[in-house]
């Protein structure tokens, strides 16, 4: 379906939300007309069809390839549904004169908890307590299988990557844990240590964590990061928690460092493959956590999210920058279409 000449256009390739409802009365009473898509595997040409002439493009987890962008001949603004946007191909973009943009921090706080909510559960052993419970008898509960494990005072946690998210994690665990050492290479030694953490290398901080908690972004330098030789490293017994993208973790190296017992316990709100198949075998070992990439949410932090894509529409038609830019570099193009 196209709009009319004069129509400001946007379109969402897909959503998370239970409804839209919200969006599309805000787009009608701003004038902008507005179409909502449920794309998210869908192939480029099914993208390009759906949303050729929109001026904006909305986008949670649909792969923008530079074939799709090719074929937005609209376009001035791609806005990615949350803080990643490594499914948006930035290289073309830029080269057609394309803004995009993501939305970050929303739920900064709300990433950190549900990893430091998973390294507790873990470092506890609660889902092997619970199947202790579970399978009691008359003679009582096995015990034995959930132990040992030590005071949560006594572990050395590992945080990799200290932005907004990674920052909420080190004050988290510092108010529990022993040490918190945090390895980012891109943040002032000092702004780590005013969040409570200790700047360190990262082949020291996994060797020495009881925990090691990822907070990183997925890119060139973090994809396979934590592949079978940097998992051999971490400290026997270690467990590892990963809230960010799932390709920064080697599955199969996971898979087998906790069959092996190299590593006790694993938190995944991020997997490689997304989602995981009912039958991996990562569901049948004890003492990991799987959640369906929901660290992202709560209601506050998804309104406050919607709100601000709105926000960032309106602004790009009425010839404006949005809130955050991931491209800037390019404004200094001739060809920038948002002007």
């Known amino acids: 379906m196209a709009s009319t000449n004069n129509t400001f256009t946007c379109v969402t390739t897909d959503y998370v939300e239970p409804d839209m409802n919200w969006e599309v009365e805000q787009y009608e009473s701003l004038d902008i007309a507005y179409r909502l898509n449920q794309l998210r595997k869908a192939p480029p040409e099914e993208i390009i069809a759906a949303a050729a002439d929109a001026h904006v493009l909305i986008v949670d987890q649909a792969k923008?390839?530079?074939?799709?962008?090719?074929?937005?001949?609209?376009?001035?603004?791609?806005?990615r549904h949350g803080d990643g946007y490594d499914n948006l191909n930035i290289n073309a973009a830029i080269e057609h004169g394309i803004v995009?943009?993501?939305?970050?921090?929303?739920?900064?706080?709300?990433?950190?908890?549900?990893?430091?909510?998973?390294?507790?559960?873990?470092?506890?052993?609660?889902?092997?307590?619970?199947?202790?419970?579970?399978?009691?008898?008359?003679?009582?509960?096995?015990?034995?299988?959930?132990?040992?494990?030590?005071?949560?005072?006594?572990?050395?946690?590992?945080?990799?990557?200290?932005?907004?998210?990674?920052?909420?994690?080190?004050?988290?665990?510092?108010?529990?844990?022993?040490?918190?050492?945090?390895?980012?290479?891109?943040?002032?030694?000092?702004?780590i240590e005013e969040a409570g953490g200790m700047p360190v290398m990262l082949e020291e901080l996994v060797?020495?964590?009881?925990?090691?908690?990822?907070?990183?972004?997925?890119?060139?330098?973090?994809?396979?990061?934590?592949?079978?030789?940097?998992?051999?490293?971490?400290?026997?017994?270690?467990?590892?928690?990963?809230?960010?993208?799932?390709?920064?973790?080697?599955?199969?190296a996971l898979t087998d460092a906790l069959k092996s017992g190299r590593l006790s316990g694993a938190g995944l709100d991020a997997t490689d493959p997304e989602p995981l198949p009912g039958d991996h075998p990562l569901f049948s070992i004890p003492n990991v956590i799987i959640t369906p990439h929901m660290g992202w949410y709560s209601e506050d932090a998804l309104w406050n999210l919607r709100e601000q894509i709105v926000t960032d529409v309106l602004a790009a038609r009425d010839g404006q920058m949005p809130y955050s830019v991931v491209n800037p570099e390019v404004l200094e193009r001739d060809n920038l279409r948002l002007r």
């Open 100 to 191: 995009c943009a993501n939305e970050p921090g929303f739920w900064s706080r709300e990433v950190a908890e549900q990893a430091f909510a998973m390294a507790l559960s873990l470092a506890l052993k609660i889902p092997i307590q619970e199947s202790v419970a579970r399978r009691g008898t008359d003679e009582g509960w096995k015990y034995e299988e959930a132990m040992p494990y030590g005071s949560l005072s006594t572990r050395t946690v590992g945080v990799v990557g200290c932005g907004k998210i990674g920052a909420h994690a080190v004050r988290l665990f510092g108010k529990l844990m022993d040490r918190v050492l945090v390895y980012d290479p891109v943040v002032k030694s000092s702004d």
């Open 207 to 252: 060797t020495q964590s009881d925990i090691v908690s990822i907070h990183v972004p997925a890119n060139s330098h973090t994809i396979g990061l934590f592949n079978s030789a940097l998992i051999g490293k971490m400290k026997k017994g270690a467990i590892l928690i990963n809230s960010s993208r799932g390709t920064i973790v080697d599955t199969a």
């Open 64 to 79: 923008i390839t530079r074939e799709v962008i090719e074929g937005l001949t609209e376009c001035k603004l791609i806005i």
